[in-house]
């Protein structure tokens, strides 16, 4: 290799993007205090479904003016980087969409999916299909004492398994 071409190379490998690139998949149902978290939807009327954003709305812009003593995930859903360091992440898999989808629907999965701004780059997109974007307006960020079945979708240590086993004990 003559000396133009070293430089050329030495150059050329100090210059290429590190490794450590952006995240591949946001999660739908992120962190709200994340720096790249945006809001995701609102929650709305008697059934607290999901009502999509158009357009992704930095999360940092709208904590702010939530009403003191109002818990953002209350009322809002954020999307945030999906990590490797999140206890719901197995492998390249979140385990949280595979208990979501454990769950009974409320309705039949027919219907049309929601609009959403996420979905090129969502991670139970990815994973799951359409049947996670069915599922995805009902679930919640904020877990109650009082919801024992949301509690333990919650849990990174509850298995697809022992939600469908709590599910036909309260049948």
């Known amino acids: 290799m003559g000396s133009d071409q070293t430089?050329?190379?030495r150059v050329a490998a100090r210059t290429v993007a590190p490794a450590t690139a952006a995240p591949a998949t946001w999660c739908?149902?992120?962190?709200a205090l994340a720096p790249e978290s945006?809001?995701?939807?609102?929650r709305s009327g008697s059934d607290g479904q999901v009502v999509y954003l158009a357009d992704p709305v930095p999360a940092s812009e709208v904590l702010?003016?939530?009403p003191q003593g109002?818990?953002?995930?209350?009322?809002?859903?954020?999307a945030s980087h999906c990590v490797?360091?999140?206890?719901?992440?197995?492998?390249?898999?979140?385990?949280?969409?595979?208990?979501?989808?454990?769950?009974?629907s409320a309705t039949a999965d027919t219907r049309a999916v929601p609009r959403c701004h996420l979905r090129t780059r969502c991670q139970w997109w990815q994973q799951?299909?359409?049947a996670a974007c069915h599922r995805c307006p009902a679930v919640t960020t904020a877990t109650f004492r009082e919801d024992?079945?949301?509690t333990l979708v919650a849990d990174p240590s509850t298995t697809p398994e022992q939600l469908a086993a709590w599910i036909a004990d309260s049948a």
């Open 7 to 9: 430089t050329a190379a």
């Open 28 to 31: 739908p149902s992120g962190e």
């Open 38 to 42: 945006v809001v995701l939807g609102v």
């Open 64 to 66: 702010g003016t939530l």
């Open 70 to 78: 109002i818990e953002p995930t209350r009322v809002l859903r954020f």
């Open 84 to 104: 490797s360091a999140c206890a719901n992440r197995r492998g390249d898999d979140c385990s949280l969409v595979e208990r979501v989808l454990t769950l009974p």
């Open 128 to 130: 799951s299909g359409v």
């Open 148 to 150: 024992e079945l949301a």
